[in-house]
């Protein structure tokens, strides 16, 4: 797999770029992340022309069309920075990213929870969007996007590298353009999608049922339903379901010690006793063991590389 393409709040990377002059360097996203990541920089306030240090900004006025004002000398930013938003998210459709990752509660890049002051200089609001963020969602609406502050966050973070994981390998195949290669795809995140939502599993199992006349129309409808899909977050109940699925491919070898391991094992997930990597670590050993080759080729077994440790958690 190439390097996975990232926009990124720049000061993330540890770049001194914040209206203070200092950064907000996250350690995972640069030294475990950035093993499998191209990272693409983005700081609209020093790219839209303001210095390093700066003036600190807020957003004000209509929660629906807040501005961007300067909190000391009043300087309204708003035209600056949209006009500087339009070119820049014109170069950012050129660089093919398969997510973003945006500073949390910034007027310019937060995702979510941006406060909003009124005219009386008190928040009227605290559910802002940044108003890069705000422009980069609605004009790129199938690019997964998450805030760092939410990534702290250990079944957040894992949804959102599993979703980037997924769509690359989209990504590549579409790139491809082998025959039967949405087949295969499809095949080969079976169970990850299970985990995700069995019903639509149904229906993407139903485009690729149409492989010998697939349409570019049937192509997108597929990738909106998959989208849609990741977002919905496993759970210990759809994971516990996967588990004893994939189990049922090994009933016919393994002894009666195993058997009580795994379903043991996979029990003690349920409950939130062990994490999800335990019950993992024992069918990819089954799977090894007795030469299943259906399985062996499942990303639900190895979703993304093991030196994350994004299923260690309970």
Not at 263 to 278: F, K, M, R, S
Request: hydrophobic share 35%; net charge positive.
């Amino acid at each position: 797999m190439e390097k996975i393409k990232i926009g990124i709040s720049s000061c993330l990377l540890g770049n001194k770029v914040r209206y203070d002059g200092q950064h907000k360097w996250d350690r995972f996203i640069t030294d475990t992340l950035g093993r499998w990541c191209e990272f693409v920089p983005v700081c609209p306030e020093v790219e839209c022309g303001l210095p390093i240090p700066r003036e600190s900004m807020r957003l004000e006025g209509d929660p629906e069309n807040p501005r961007l004002v300067t909190g000391r000398s009043r300087i309204d930013l708003t035209e600056k920075m949209m006009t500087y938003t339009a070119a820049r998210l014109e170069q950012l459709a050129r660089e093919d990213l398969v997510g973003f990752i945006f500073k949390t509660k910034s007027p310019s890049s937060g995702l979510r929870g941006v406060k909003i002051y009124g005219p009386k200089g008190s928040p009227i609001s605290y559910s802002g969007q940044g108003l890069f963020a705000r422009a980069f969602v609605n004009r790129f609406p199938r690019i997964p996007v998450e805030d760092e502050g939410r990534l702290q966050d250990p079944g957040i973070r894992e949804n959102f590298i599993e979703t980037i994981f997924v769509l690359q390998r989209w990504r590549e195949m579409e790139a491809a353009r082998k025959p039967g290669g949405l087949v295969d795809f499809h095949s080969r995140h079976k169970y990850t999608l299970m985990a995700h939502s069995p019903e639509k599993l149904k229906a993407l199992g139903k485009l690729t049922g149409r492989a010998g006349k697939l349409t570019e129309e049937t192509r997108d409808e597929y990738f909106q339903t998959l989208l849609d899909l990741l977002a919905l977050k496993k759970t210990p109940k759809k994971n516990y379901n996967v588990i004893l699925h994939i189990a049922g491919y090994f009933k016919g070898v393994l002894t009666s010690g195993e058997k009580e391991e795994l379903l043991e094992t996979a029990e003690q997930y349920h409950q939130g006793l062990v994490p999800l990597i335990v019950p993992l670590t024992l069918l990819r050993h089954y799977t090894r063991k007795y030469e299943e080759p259906y399985l062996s080729q499942q990303y639900y077994l190895n979703p993304h590389p093991v030196e994350m440790g994004l299923l260690n958690h309970v």
